[in-house]
């Protein structure tokens, strides 16, 4: 059985005194409250030793927001997936649209990535989706494909079923514009039969595909009820505890 999954992706927000507010306001939550899915935070890169510190349990996923196509040497900035290990780390997040429009990053680079990570037994969260133009164009069955196709094809059934991918259209990520539940569930679906192509489908069925895009508090539950549809990678409403936690309670019946 597939996971359901509440992921926050914290960007590049917070100072050191907010990141830590956050994070016991998070477990307080999490030790009061039975929630029906996994719980995972992505905050940026140096705040990741004190979620560490605090999450001990393990009781909440721990993510880098990214991490190098390179094991180790002069990369100046960079970390690697060793150092996430060595940290005990969940995993990364991998080709969020962030890094693919600022950073240049490709669904080769992803692949690359996403095989570091798992060689060091952490989740890698592979992200894709398309942009506006490719959605108007009618093209974004067809980026969508080869992006998966790219980033994860050559990863052994084996591998593959340790990645959660997350399907977030570029034109709704922070802009208020949400994909419907219907437009999110078709690509979901999409996504799981080009795995169940590939790989059969006791292994796309093993795979959680989490959307995300401005999900809020209120379009929450609506979204986690379509059947390919495993959870969200939240933004901008993962920032406070108030609308993640209702978020995370959009997994409740
Ligand atoms: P928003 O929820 O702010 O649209 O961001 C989505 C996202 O990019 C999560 O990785």
Redesign the pocket.
């Known amino acids: 059985m597939r996971k359901n999954i509440v992921?926050?992706?914290w960007?590049m927000n917070k100072n050191v005194f907010e990141a830590q507010q956050f994070m016991f306001q998070l477990l307080d939550y999490k030790r009061n409250n039975a929630t029906n899915c996994e719980v995972y935070i992505?905050p940026p890169a140096l705040y990741l030793m004190m979620a560490k510190d605090l999450y001990k349990a393990n009781e909440i996923g721990i993510f880098s927001q990214d991490m190098s196509e390179h094991g180790s040497g002069a990369y100046t900035g960079e970390i690697s997936a060793g150092m996430l290990e060595s940290i005990g780390a969940t995993g990364a997040?991998i080709g969020?649209?962030?890094r693919r429009q600022y950073h240049g990053e490709t669904d080769s680079h992803c692949n690359r990535k996403i095989k570091l990570a798992l060689d060091k037994g952490l989740t890698p969260i592979y992200?894709n989706g398309e942009t506006l133009e490719q959605r108007k164009s009618g093209k974004h069955l067809e980026v969508v494909k080869n992006q998966t196709e790219v980033a994860l094809f050559t990863l052994s059934a084996a591998e593959i079923k340790k990645v959660v991918i997350?399907y977030?259209p570029v034109w709704?990520?922070?802009?208020?514009e949400?994909a419907s539940p219907d437009q999110a569930q078709e690509i979901h679906a999409h996504i799981r039969n080009l795995i169940a192509d590939k790989y059969g489908k006791d292994v796309a069925d093993e795979i959680s595909i989490l959307y995300?895009?401005?999900?809020?508090p209120e379009n929450a539950k609506e979204i986690f009820s379509k059947p390919d549809i495993d959870g969200?990678?939240?933004?901008?409403?993962?920032l406070n505890i108030v609308d993640f936690s209702k978020i995370i309670e959009g997994f409740n019946v």
């Open positions: 992921a926050g992706n960007k992505a997040l969020h649209s962030e992200c997350a977030e709704a990520i922070g802009t208020g949400t995300g895009g401005s999900v809020k969200g990678l939240i933004g901008g409403a993962a």
